[in-house]
Structure formats: C-alpha cells, structure tokens
C-alpha cells in the first residue's frame, strides 16, 4: 500500500493529516490524548461526521506499537474515512507522525 501524507492544518493538540492511500484520500487526526471516545468530538469537528465516511479511533499508549496499529488502521479505511489517533504522550505522538513521514518540529507542543 502506497502512502503519502500532507499536514493540512495544526489544532491545539496536534495535526490534521490528509493521507493518500493508493487510489483514495482519508483524513487523519494525530493529537496528544488520554485513550478516551469523549474527546474525539472536542478534535473532529462536526462536518467531518457528517461527511458519511467511517471515523475510526486508535488509542496509541506505547510509541514502539504505532508502526503495527497504524498500518492495522489504514489496511481497514475506505475512502473518505476519519481516523484519530489519541496519543499517550508526545513520543506515541511522534512515532504515529512518523509512520506518515512527517515531524512535529514544525509544531507547537
């Protein structure tokens, strides 16, 4: 699978992502989180619900696990599809930004 990521915009916690995955565009949301389904809404704003895609959340406690969850995640996602990854602390953060060759030493922290 063919993937390639550019950084649409920076939110208070971290990065949106539009990711190309072969023939189709999913939208990634990489952030500094605790593991909580109750703070999804306070990062995807609402027209990104509505869109009728799937939005997926990946919880990402450990840096070492994001290579395999990240590549889980994109091998389930449809086109249109919303991911957000909530990230422990900023090395998860980091190592999620990485699988998508990006650095967040363009960001705020």
Known sequence: MQVQSEVLRTIPAGSVLQISLDEHTVWAYVVLSEPDLERVAEFVPQEQF????DIHVMAITQA?????????????????????FLCNDLRSRQAVLDEFGQNTDLFND
Not at 50 to 53: F, L, N, P, R, V
Not at 64 to 84: K, R
Request: hydrophobic share 45%; no cysteine.
């Open 50 to 53: 509505e869109a009728g895609g």
């Open 64 to 84: 070492a696990d994001a290579p395999e969850l990240v590549q889980e995640v994109l091998f389930n996602m449809n086109p249109g599809d919303t991911v957000v």
